[in-house]
């Protein structure tokens, strides 16, 4: 189907069943609780939103979330598309588009990953200060959306600045140190191996994930303020002397959500 249709399709679903707002959220693993906090919260499950693909992982429960938070109009994903689950860039973007096309200018992207940078430590949160991917893919790829953004838009700084000393001033308020670091994307869905890790360390990652890099990327094409927090789950393949499981990710996600959430309801008060 025509890119543009499918985006104007969801929309209008989105948009008659949520209404609009300003600030959007993507809740990575463990944070899905947080669109408890929403006020006179509306759902729409991806199923009803026509061209929307369906979540498959566990802990992604799949649906889109809009109400009050701190005084603002704030729509949530709660679950996110991943390119390991065999969707296209397109598919794993189009709730960026949908968010955009109903208001949305400021987005929040989460996620569980894990940690490169050896002074790290699993439940550590991070801002994310800039991006890399070697999934060899674009999301972008394809004609250009004129009515989104240019052919080739900047990328120099993804991440608001501003966004990122807001979230570090609730962090010391909040009485944590927050950790800052560029996040690397691998297509998953197996961990890295060790020898991935030490190139990603030698490339200059501080953190490695499955996610977020193509939704931010359609984010700032459309000219959205983009600020990304990762919860460091476990120490990436190799740095310890023990295996990777998805047990762990999701039992240190749980452990540190509190603060993480505590710290994402800070920034959304904040802006
Ligand atoms: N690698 C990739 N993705 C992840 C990891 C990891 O170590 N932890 C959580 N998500």
């Known amino acids: 189907m025509d890119e543009m249709k499918r985006i104007e399709g969801a929309a209008k679903k989105v948009r008659e069943a949520l209404g609009t707002a300003e600030i959007g959220i993507i809740l990575g693993s463990g944070l899905g609780d ?41 729509m949530m994903m709660q679950g996110r598309f991943h390119y390991y689950e065999g969707y296209s860039m397109k598919d794993v973007t189009l709730p960026v588009r949908v968010m955009q096309s109903v208001g949305v200018k400021t987005l929040i992207v989460t996620n569980a990953c894990g940690g490169i940078n050896l002074s790290f430590a699993p439940g550590d949160l991070m801002v994310i200060s800039d991006v890399f991917s070697l ?8 004609q250009n959306l004129d009515a989104f953004g240019p052919r080739f838009p900047d990328m120099s700084c993804a991440f608001d600045r501003e966004l990122r000393g807001l979230a570090h001033a609730v962090a010391k308020k909040q009485g944590f140190e927050l950790r800052e670091g560029v996040y690397a994307q691998m297509t998953g869905p197996c961990y890295e191996t060790p020898a991935e890790i030490r190139m990603l360390r030698t490339l200059g990652a501080d953190a490695v ?30 740095i310890l002397d023990q295996p990777l499981s998805h047990a762990e990710v999701t039992e240190t996600a749980n452990r540190a959500k509190g603060r993480f959430q505590a710290l994402i309801d800070g920034v959304v008060k904040g802006i």
């Open 135 to 142: 999934t060899g893919q674009n999301p972008l790829i394809g």
């Open 209 to 238: 994930g499955m996610s977020t890099v193509p939704e931010v990327i359609v984010a700032r094409h459309g000219g959205m303020r983009v600020l990304g927090i990762s919860c460091i789950t476990n120490m990436a393949a190799g």
């Open 34 to 74: 947080y669109a408890d906090a929403l006020e006179k919260a509306d759902r729409l499950p991806y199923g009803e939103i026509p061209g929307f693909p369906v979540s498959t992982v566990a802990g992604h429960a799949g649906k889109l979330l809009c109400g009050m938070l701190h005084g603002k109009r704030v």
